[in-house]
């Protein structure tokens, strides 16, 4: 393994954001989505269904009494999905990644007084899940696959270590390293202790940040462990299986793997080459995966996490960095097959590859990796939030036709309006939990580099070339190309390598140091220069932004003959709010020379940018007649108005569409 | 309503099919299906699910115990499902039909054997439903709604009536006359009856056919109750609920009426105007209720059958005559809604189709009813059984991807190879019936004309003009278009009216009266020669039949940019084994000038005339990159060679597709 290439993600604490674009999306969830999402977690939205997040805690905690209040369900005391503990934990990450740039003594105090409350519910061995504590104990590490167990542990290290590193404060961290003692004298390779993982990944990553705090080599060992053990035979997951029903081994369990799939544990991972099953659960997976490779230079997982990502990223990615393609099982399906109307590509999926991007970039400097985080960021994540960051979407299609949604049962779960909250309210606090710590993917530093990933308005502070820098990055990103980078050296001046992503959506750039044209070494879509910077340096860059039709894959069934929009990063869509009903009748006119409009509009879905030109439109015929003998093709001209994709769905509910025929 | 327009058709008995084209098949059905599904009701086909159809027979009258034979399903004494006694009455109508045109003494002593069997099992007061009567019979007529209690009967009604015509034998008409009766005396408008209707419609045609043999006016109202009661409120299966769990008719159930649009009982026949539902019961209601329609001169109903075939020939048809859209309650779904991959069409659902237009033709003769009746035999139909007879498609596909059905769960319903026989095995004996009783079909017979609805050559006999008339069709349809229709006259001469159809399909068109052009008065899309018809007189009919290219109204979305090709009344379609993976990656090159190569090929799939021009293919790309910037599209020339549908999947396994861009 080429460990020169390593490098490090800045934390949402040492990168400052203030950006035109993200700024605003960063309010939007500090001010509304972290308030309501407590209010939710807290039961306190009305006519919303109650979470029980909060209460099961209290309840664990016997700080509040469990037959109250919830009706028929409240029977057994804990309520809502096994995996109800993770909101909470999901909720103080968001809120971590909003103190780290906007102090707020009020959120900092309901954060605090949550941990409270969810420390007192810990056990003496350190044991923390109220649907085992209020179930009983008994049960607990009887059923890692389906009860969601170790992906709750996983959720609140997490939540431990990002508010540890926005706050200062160890409370919730040390209790969340006792859980990890409690979880590591349960599951390990010593005899005595269960050969098991996670039937939902996540503690894998968790760990992996754990230990990039506590340096305990328990804990990288541990995550280590759960990725090795993943996949093996005999299954562990029929295993259990086994002993819950107290069968034998080899009483009809699933010897094939096949039905493990779902779990990416049909084999070991070492030897896994095309992502499968549930793509929440993959993306989890093979970000913990990238984590370990580079914290333990183990090459064949480095091998596997390149697989896996250019089977995603070549073979099943759309456009949007939506990932998993059915419905069924939230899952990917198979190479090149991106239908657009099905398309389930759950929100939190995306972020899972943002995830899974951000750790391949530290492993090495590709321009691949923050293309695609860049891809997934403006697109399939943020589209899964309303501009009014009240409503969600938990699918994202790449078209939508409302009648379709409401009368066929196999595109039921295609959205055409954001939803409130989900009884399975896993996106929303992902959304929020990313944006909150987006000042975390934006610059790594290497042994002898610094790499900007994204370019996003902020002010960073690291130590390269053994001074303290601070890198200040103005943009008009993503409507304008144009970018301002400018350097303070404590001390004078710091000689260090200086890398950018050069995007892959862009075909032409300028480069200028203070005013001069530069002269960059390029290499893997990246642009170095290597120099002494002193205080006062300013880089220039312009990344040429023209309107670019793209087209799929001729392998993609159902892209041929089509074309989708992107302009920068962004991917366009049509709506039927600007373009009327039924965009499938709509022709780009491509490659005829489009008059190509582009415009601000700063009153239009909270200031995009717009592209407009004229193309065609199938003409009608006689609605009674079904199908008649092909004459050539009428078309009408017609302006198509196209909008960013993460927009859409904010105006009166109707039709979307990213790909139309060219 | 207009009773000069109505004509009955001909019994398959009157009409004797010798054709090029469908000879064969009915002896495929004869001699392959008919037999192997003998072998099947009686659980002899070795490593095959058992039916347990006759056994249930047996053991209801006694003639077998419950016991053995069927491990742990047998303790009940039933087996299969609650509709398993209709497989044997399909069986007895294909065989009715098989010899109705080659006597068979041995098949014929089988199916009286089957009937003394099943006359055995009938219950002293007419019942006969081994379902019930094995389980108890205190459950009979408790729920109508799922328990196909009268879809049995239906399907015995039809067999008896059937079997009656073919071989003039009454024991089972008998049998079937006292269940009805037995019916008639638990169902009905009168107090203490149940004022209930089937779930799943079918009885409604089978009386209408028992009332054309027995006059009997309780047979007629009972159909037409049937109808009349459907859809009326309160719901008579929330009503039937209730009492079988005890509730009021207000505890809980549904009132909207919406969940029984499956059974299209959400509103009185009489105000439908969408075909909604489970689409072979659908059709098979509109068959009914076209019967009645006529028999009963009811105008309202009338209007309704029209308003539902509109709304199904304009609005929700494949093609190919395929119906019912959506896997998801083997359902019609919305206008233009015409997915082709995910596509159900199930064979029964066509059969129905056509069930529906020969009623339809039979109130009014118009030529879309027998293009209908024409486009659903020769595609959506047959392509429901194997060349060789022995294996069978439930769901029939517009777009075939191996790949897709094994990997995708949303279109796992769609096979790409036929299935040797199902546990529900509802298509291959309605398949077999259809076929075998395909001389029904053909001619109709009004007051003062004779209509020609399928040119399928065969030699009729019918009494027109108060003479007996026979006429002799013959034909190479569906390869030529060229008809020979010759008439012999019992007693020298008879006047009357001979219409025919001109095929929806013809853009030009001859007609020849004993060698000379003939002077045709057209109504409807039929032709009409009113004369004095003598012996040896010869109508020739030539219908041009060039390969045409097919487009959808721009309202079906999947269709978009897209052709089909048709010759005549076949669909045509490309095959993996002829034209290479990636089907989709295909263009026709439309509207460029085609060199069309037409061909009768004897030696492939049995003899069928395959198209074959030079079309396109997307060229690909590095398979690398699944996106990129758009360039005017790359082609490489690609030969196209198109076989009818129905014979696809006959070869090695592959991909198919009836719409390709153009």
């Given at each position: 393994?080429?460990?020169?290439?390593?490098?490090?993600?800045?934390?949402?604490?040492?990168?400052?954001?203030?950006?035109?674009f993200w700024t605003p999306l960063m309010e939007r969830v500090r001010t509304?989505?972290?308030?309501?999402?407590?209010?939710?977690?807290?039961?306190?939205?009305?006519?919303?269904?109650?979470?029980?997040?909060?209460?099961?805690?209290?309840?664990?905690?016997?700080?509040?009494?469990?037959?109250?209040?919830?009706?028929?369900?409240?029977?057994?005391?804990?309520?809502?999905?096994?995996?109800?503990?993770?909101?909470?934990?999901?909720?103080?990450?968001?809120?971590?990644?909003?103190?780290?740039?906007?102090?707020?003594?009020?959120?900092?105090?309901?954060?605090?007084?949550?941990?409270?409350?969810?420390?007192?519910?810990?056990?003496?061995?350190?044991?923390?899940?109220?649907?085992?504590?209020?179930?009983?104990?008994?049960?607990?590490?009887?059923?890692?696959?389906?009860?969601?167990?170790?992906?709750?542990?996983?959720?609140?290290?997490?939540?431990?270590?990002?508010?540890?590193?926005?706050?200062?404060?160890?409370?919730?961290?040390?209790?969340?390293?006792?859980?990890?003692?409690?979880?590591?004298?349960?599951?390990?390779?010593?005899?005595?202790?269960?050969?098991?993982?996670?039937?939902?990944?996540?503690?894998?990553?968790?760990?992996?940040?754990?230990?990039?705090?506590?340096?305990?080599?328990?804990?990288?060992?541990?995550?280590?462990?759960?990725?090795?053990?993943?996949?093996?035979?005999?299954?562990?997951?029929?295993?259990?299986?086994?002993?819950?029903?107290?069968?034998?081994?080899?009483?009809?369990?699933?010897?094939?793997?096949?039905?493990?799939?779902?779990?990416?544990?049909?084999?070991?991972?070492?030897?896994?080459?095309?992502?499968?099953?549930?793509?929440?659960?993959?993306?989890?997976?093979?970000?913990?995966?990238?984590?370990?490779?580079?914290?333990?230079?183990?090459?064949?997982?480095?091998?596997?996490?390149?697989?896996?990502?250019?089977?995603?990223?070549?073979?099943?990615?759309?456009?949007?960095?939506?990932?998993?393609?059915?419905?069924?099982?939230?899952?990917?399906?198979?190479?090149?097959?991106?239908?657009?109307?099905?398309?389930?590509?759950?929100?939190?999926?995306?972020?899972?590859?943002?995830?899974?991007?951000?750790?391949?970039?530290?492993?090495?400097?590709?321009?691949?990796?923050?293309?695609?985080?860049?891809?997934?960021?403006?697109?399939?994540?943020?589209?899964?939030?309303?501009?009014?960051?009240?409503?969600?979407?938990?699918?994202?299609?790449?078209?939508?036709?409302?009648?379709?949604?409401?009368?066929?049962?196999?595109?039921?779960?295609?959205?055409?309006?954001?939803?409130?909250?989900?009884?399975?309210?896993?996106?929303?606090?992902?959304?929020?939990?990313?944006?909150?710590?987006?000042?975390?993917?934006?610059?790594?530093?290497?042994?002898?580099?610094?790499?900007?990933?994204?370019?996003?308005?902020?002010?960073?502070?690291?130590?390269?070339?053994?001074?303290?820098?601070?890198?200040?990055?103005?943009?008009?990103?993503?409507?304008?190309?144009?970018?301002?980078?400018?350097?303070?050296?404590?001390?004078?001046?710091?000689?260090?390598?200086?890398?950018?992503?050069?995007?892959?959506w862009c075909a032409s750039h300028t480069v200028a140091l203070n005013g001069?044209?530069?002269?960059?070494?390029?290499?893997?879509?990246?642009?170095?220069?290597?120099?002494?910077?002193?205080?006062?340096?300013?880089?220039?860059?312009?990344?040429?932004?023209?309107?670019?039709?793209?087209?799929?894959?001729?392998?993609?069934?159902?892209?041929?003959?089509?074309?989708?929009?992107?302009?920068?990063?962004?991917?366009?869509?049509?709506?039927?709010?600007?373009?009327?009903?039924?965009?499938?009748?709509?022709?780009?006119g491509f490659p005829a020379h489009h008059s190509i409009k582009v415009q601000?509009?700063?009153?239009?879905?909270?200031?995009?940018?717009?592209?407009?030109?004229?193309?065609?439109?199938?003409?009608?015929?006689?609605?009674?007649?079904?199908?008649?003998?092909?004459?050539?093709?009428?078309?009408?001209?017609?302006?198509?108005?196209?909008?960013?994709?993460?927009?859409?769905?904010?105006?009166?509910?109707?039709?979307?569409?990213?790909?139309?025929?060219?």
């Amino acid at each position: 393994m080429n460990t020169t290439e390593h490098s490090e993600f800045l934390s949402f604490k040492n990168v400052h954001i203030h950006d035109t674009f993200w700024t605003p999306l960063m309010e939007r969830v500090r001010t509304k989505v972290i308030p309501y999402q407590w209010e939710a977690l807290n039961d306190h939205v009305p006519g919303a269904e109650p979470s029980g997040c909060m209460r099961n805690f209290k309840i664990a905690a016997q700080l509040a009494r469990p037959e109250l209040d919830y009706g028929e369900d409240s029977s057994a005391g804990h309520y809502g999905f096994v995996f109800q503990d993770s909101d909470a934990a999901k909720w103080i990450e968001a809120a971590a990644g909003a103190l780290a740039w906007h102090p707020d003594e009020a959120l900092e105090q309901t954060v605090d007084g949550a941990i409270d409350i969810i420390c007192n519910a810990q056990q003496s061995d350190g044991y923390l899940n109220t649907y085992y504590i209020i179930k009983g104990l008994e049960g607990r590490f009887t059923n890692l696959k389906d009860n969601h167990e170790l992906y709750c542990f996983g959720h609140f290290v997490e939540a431990a270590t990002a508010y540890y590193e926005a706050t200062g404060k160890r409370k919730l961290l040390d209790a969340m390293i006792r859980y990890t003692d409690c979880v590591d004298r349960h599951i390990g390779p010593e005899e005595g202790k269960l050969h098991g993982y996670p039937g939902h990944e996540i503690a894998e990553m968790a760990l992996a940040r754990l230990y990039g705090i506590t340096k305990d080599e328990k804990h990288l060992k541990l995550a280590k462990y759960f990725i090795d053990e993943r996949g093996k035979r005999p299954y562990f997951f029929a295993q259990e299986e086994c002993r819950r029903n107290g069968g034998t081994e080899s009483d009809g369990m699933d010897k094939s793997g096949d039905h493990y799939h779902y779990h990416q544990a049909h084999k070991p991972v070492r030897e896994q080459s095309a992502a499968v099953g549930h793509a929440v659960r993959a993306v989890y997976l093979y970000s913990g995966t990238a984590d370990i490779a580079r914290l333990t230079g183990d090459d064949a997982l480095l091998e596997a996490c390149r697989r896996l990502w250019d089977n995603i990223v070549k073979r099943q990615m759309y456009i949007t960095g939506a990932v998993g393609q059915s419905v069924h099982g939230e899952a990917f399906t198979f190479d090149y097959d991106l239908p657009n109307d099905t398309a389930y590509g759950e929100t939190c999926a995306s972020i899972g590859l943002a995830f899974f991007a951000r750790r391949m970039a530290s492993l090495a400097p590709r321009a691949v990796y923050g293309d695609t985080l860049e891809r997934a960021l403006f697109n399939g994540i943020i589209s899964g939030m309303s501009l009014d960051g009240m409503s969600f979407f938990y699918v994202n299609p790449l078209e939508a036709l409302p009648e379709s949604c409401g009368k066929d049962q196999s595109r039921r779960h295609v959205k055409f309006e954001r939803q409130k909250w989900f009884a399975c309210a896993c996106c929303p606090p992902n959304v929020a939990r990313i944006i909150a710590s987006l000042g975390s993917y934006v610059h790594s530093v290497g042994d002898d580099c610094v790499y900007t990933h994204l370019f996003v308005g902020s002010e960073a502070k690291f130590v390269a070339g053994g001074k303290n820098v601070s890198l200040k990055l103005e943009t008009g990103y993503p409507w304008r190309g144009h970018v301002d980078i400018s350097f303070t050296v404590d001390g004078g001046e710091a000689e260090f390598r200086y890398g950018f992503r050069i995007p892959g959506w862009c075909a032409s750039h300028t480069v200028a140091l203070n005013g001069d044209n530069a002269l960059c070494t390029e290499k893997d879509g990246f642009a170095y220069i290597k120099r002494e910077w002193r205080s006062g340096d300013r880089l220039t860059l312009v990344f040429d932004m023209p309107v670019t039709f793209i087209e799929a894959n001729p392998h993609v069934r159902e892209n041929a003959g089509k074309m989708a929009l992107m302009r920068g990063p962004l991917v366009y869509c049509l709506e039927e709010a600007d373009n009327g009903k039924e965009l499938f009748r709509l022709r780009a006119g491509f490659p005829a020379h489009h008059s190509i409009k582009v415009q601000y509009e700063k009153d239009l879905l909270g200031g995009v940018t717009s592209v407009s030109f004229m193309g065609r439109k199938l003409k009608g015929w006689n609605k009674d007649d079904l199908y008649r003998a092909a004459s050539e093709a009428a078309y009408e001209e017609k302006d198509l108005r196209w909008i960013p994709y993460y927009a859409w769905a904010n105006r009166d509910p109707g039709e979307m569409a990213v790909w139309i025929n060219k």
